[in-house]
Every structure is written in C-alpha cells, then in structure tokens.
C-alpha cells in the first residue's frame, strides 16, 4: 500500500477495495470446517509466535491477510457452526459487519461533539429507539458500552451513587457498609465485579435463592428484605436477571419493581440476553416490569447479532446519569452546554462509534425478521427440551425457559452422581478436544450440566437432534472406559415437560438436583 491512510481520493478507494477484496478472499478459504479446531493450545500457540507483529519492514498486506487467515481465522470457533453451541457467542449480520469497516475507517470518538457531529446524535437516537422497544419512557435516554459486564458496571454505579446522595464527590459514606445489592444467585458474576469495583465488596450483594427454573422466589426476596432490615442494611438496589446465563431464566420483573420502589432501591434490570425478547410481539411479554427499571443491561452483540462490542446501558431518566460529568477544559466545557457530549455519560473517554454498526443493520433488517429469529430459537430451544426428554440416554436438567437448554448424558449403565459428573465433564472436554462441538458446561446446585445456548438462526431443528444424537454417542463412547457400571435408579418419565414461554413454563418444576435453601449472608 503507498498510501497507509483513507482520504476519499480515488487512489485511496482502490487500495481500501483492494485490500478489503483481499479479506474477503481470505475468510473464503479460510472458513473453519468444523466447530472448533483439534489442535492443542500448545500447537496453536506455537503457530501464533511465528509471527513477528512488528517487523522493521512492513510485509504486503495481501501476505499479511494470507497469513492471519491460514494461522488464526481457519483455526478459529466457528459460530455459524450449529454444533457451537456452548455461549451466547452468535453469528453476525454481515450488514453489520460490513459497516464496521465503515466505522474503523472514520473513527469518530464518541467522547465529545467535536469529535463526532452526527454520530453523537445517532449515538442517542438509537439508545432511545431501543429503549423505547423496552418500554422505557419517553425521557429515557442511555449510551453505548463494550458489553454487559460494563452496562451493570456502570448501572450499578448510578445506583450507589443515587444511595449517596448524588456524585460520588468526597467518597463513600460511612453508612455504606451497610449498604447491599440484591440479586439472584443466578445473577451474572459481573453484577459481584461490579461491586468489587465500586468499593461496596463483592459480598454487598446478596444472593436471593431461586426455583427450579432460576427465577428469583418472591417469598425468598421478600425474607431477605426483612432478613435486610433486621441487621440494619440499606438495600440500595435490587437486580432483575431477564435471561440467565445458564437456565435463561427470567426474574419476576414487576413484582422486583415493586419491591424495589417499596424500599426505595435501585431496580436494575440485567437484560443482556432478554432484551432480544422484546423484538418479539409474541415474547415480549415475558419481560413484563422491565418497563419500570432505572436502568437496563441490553446487549446486542447476543441476541440482535451484532459483532461484540454492542452494549447499552439504558436509563429511565436521561438526569441520572448527570452525576458522571466531569468537565474538562479541553473536551466537554462547562460553557459549550449546547451540544452534547457523550463522554458525560460514559465511563469511557475515546469511544468507537458502535452505533453506526446497529443502526444500519437493524434498519436493514428491520424488526420483523429479528423477531422471527428469536422465536426461531426460543422454539429451537423448546424442541430441544423434546428431544432429550424422549432421548433414553439424556436427561433434561430444567424445561428450558428461553434459548438455554441444560441437560446432561445419563446412558443406560451408569452410576452415582459424581460418575455423572465425571462423564459429563468428560463428554464436554472431548468433543471440544476433538474439535467436533463446543457444549457449554456448567453446574447446577453443585452438579455438572451440558449446556446449549441457542443463538444460531441459522441452525435447523435437524441440526440440534444431530448435534444431541453426538453428544449421547460421546457419552456412551466414554462411559464404555467407566470401570464400575451400575443399574440406573428409576425409569424414564413418559411425559414431556411443558417446555413453552411464558406462561405455561412451570416454575416449581421440580430438578433432579432439587432446590437448595440460602439463608441471608450480611
Ligand atoms: C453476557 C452477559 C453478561 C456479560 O456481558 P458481556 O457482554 O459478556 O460483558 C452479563 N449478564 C448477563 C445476564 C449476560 O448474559
């Protein structure tokens, strides 16, 4: 390339075309064949340090891209691959894609106006257009973020610093020693980093006991505030999960509202998957009360399939992010008030300018089809929990709830609970060892569970019963090393769970791992 630099000329055109018909080239032939590559970490570390990244001479860009594509992209996950299926780590919009090139290539900084005119305004139309596909009021108003773990980062700040009167000036207060976040124990471990960060302890937040679904019970919350108030503890907010990243379980959200206002906390909504729901006529009631959170975690690098990082936290009140300003004589002048400056609702500085990448894919798409890929996988999801209440080898952990599936490998010949475990953890390191699918594993009341987080649209319900055919396959492959088979306790149930949002879910369901009590932790 001799000129390094985009400047609209046309010889700066024909580079960049080039260039990009050159990564285009390379994702063709490089595209994983499979799920994930059977390759050690060790061997794809080695080939990675073959690479000097900063030699004295530049090597030509269409080399480079050759390189990179045959080391890094071909050995890659591949998330289109129906049979990866372990994260919320979707395929995304190639409109979105595509623009990202866009927004790379002009590099507004979201910082300040004089950085970026018009992208601050679509900055801010597009946070109110989803905060209004929310519910959120008129004057709602929010700002981009990395991901979810900063959205709840920085709601969980408006919430503290609403606690101590307003911003965070001289310090927290004495009597925040007191002061506790309650959640529910299923909540996303960012909700405790958070308050790690925030100088309150990641023990601040207390964790309300679920049911079989992982729903927070309102009567466990309803103990907790009194177990709260008995030991002097100010709950300074409450935390709603809409999609847990396990069960996908979704919080009675109104009745958290309610609680929260009763108290006078902070009702935070951690709706980094559930608010894909909302595109959805159909689902969207599942996120009843989310309409009335201070603030919201949505992010669209899940569901809404926009390549990381496509975060907002979204607040009720555009003034309650006013706490954050803090003027600088160089960027947001306290005498320029006539434009707005972004920064003022960041915990960011420099800031890419995400928006662009969702506006236009979003307008590209348009609602409609989004919606139908949702419901697509929620229905995915529920079919899953079909097949592996019929299948004689699986067992279904929980009815799925929304676009997570827990279940586990339970063939004919086993064994105690921790063979079971053993066998699970074994089932999952081999398909991912041997390349052929990324299972998610997690455990649920202690014991472990294989996971599919369905956020592929583009998987078939074909695909899940190849992909679960596999997975028992695996199971009875490895259970044939198992040195002690014993006689499985009890017979296969003959009816299905109800598996379908919702309203028809039964949330006292009970688990083959049963509920488990918590009492209040100070
Ligand atoms: C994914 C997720 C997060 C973290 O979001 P990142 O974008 O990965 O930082 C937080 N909460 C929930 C419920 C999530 O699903």
Redesign the pocket.
């Given at each position: 390339m001799n000129s390094q630099f985009f400047d609209g000329t046309a010889e700066s055109v024909a580079v960049l075309r080039d260039a990009v018909a050159s990564v285009l080239d390379m994702l063709a032939s490089n595209s994983p064949h499979q799920p994930f590559p059977a390759r050690t970490p060790a061997e794809l570390r080695a080939a990675i340090e073959a690479f000097d990244p900063l030699p004295a001479r530049g090597v030509p860009f269409t080399d480079v891209i050759k390189e990179a594509g045959e080391t890094v992209v071909a050995s890659g996950a591949r998330v289109v691959d129906p049979r990866c299926a372990a994260h919320?780590h979707a395929p995304t919009l190639m409109s979105s894609a595509a623009t990202e090139l866009a927004i790379g290539v002009t590099n507004q900084s979201m910082d300040s106006f004089d950085q970026a005119p018009a992208a601050t305004y679509a900055e801010d139309h597009l946070v109110r257009t989803i905060a209004g596909v929310l519910g959120l009021p008129e004057q709602a108003s929010g700002v981009i973020t990395?991901?979810?773990?900063?959205?709840?980062l920085l709601g969980l700040l408006l919430a503290r610093d609403r606690a101590a009167g307003g911003a965070n000036v001289t310090g927290l207060p004495p009597a925040a020693a007191g002061w506790r976040v309650l959640a529910s124990q299923a909540?996303?471990t960012?909700?405790r980093q958070a308050c790690a960060v925030l100088g309150l302890g990641r023990d601040a937040v207390v964790p309300v006991d679920t049911d079989g679904s992982g729903r927070i019970r309102l009567e466990a919350l309803d103990e907790t505030l009194r177990a709260a108030e008995r030991h002097g503890h100010q709950p300074i907010a409450i935390v709603g999960?809409?999609?847990?990243?396990d069960t996908g379980a979704i919080d009675p959200l109104d009745a958290l509202a309610q609680r929260a206002a009763q108290c006078g906390a902070w009702f935070h909504v951690?709706?980094?998957?559930?608010a894909g729901l909302a595109l959805s006529h159909r689902l969207a009631p599942m996120l009843r009360g989310i309409e009335k959170a201070d603030s919201v975690?949505a992010?669209l690098?899940?569901l809404w399939w926009q390549p990381?990082?496509a975060?907002m936290l979204l607040v009720r009140d555009a003034g309650s992010t006013h706490g954050l300003r803090e003027p600088a004589d160089y960027l947001n002048r306290a005498e320029d008030n006539d434009v707005l400056n972004l920064v003022d609702r960041s915990l960011d500085t420099s800031r890419r300018f995400d928006a662009l990448k969702m506006l236009v894919s979003l307008r590209a798409t348009g609602r409609d089809r989004l919606a139908g890929f949702v419901e697509h996988l929620v229905d995915l999801a529920a079919e899953a929990g079909r097949l592996i209440h019929a299948h004689p080898e699986l067992e279904l952990v929980v009815p799925p709830q929304s676009i997570t599936v827990l279940f586990r490998c339970h063939p004919a010949v086993t064994t105690t609970d921790d063979d079971l475990d053993a066998l699970n953890t074994d089932v999952q390191r081999t398909l991912l060892g041997e390349g052929r699918a990324v299972v998610g594993r997690t455990r649920l009341r202690g014991r472990v569970a294989l996971k599919l987080t369905l956020v592929n649209p583009t998987a078939t319900a074909e695909d899940i019963a190849e992909l679960l055919d596999l997975i028992s396959a695996t199971g009875r492959r490895r259970t044939a090393n198992c040195p002690s088979p014993r006689p499985r306790p009890g017979p296969h149930s003959s009816s299905p769970p109800e598996p379908d949002p919702p309203s028809r879910v039964d949330h006292h369901q009970k688990t083959p791992f049963g509920p488990v009590e918590r009492s209040y932790r100070p």
């Open positions: 919320l990395s991901g979810g773990t900063a959205s709840n909540a996303h960012s909700v999960t809409a999609g847990t990243t951690d709706a980094a998957v559930g975690t992010d690098h899940k990381i990082g975060s």
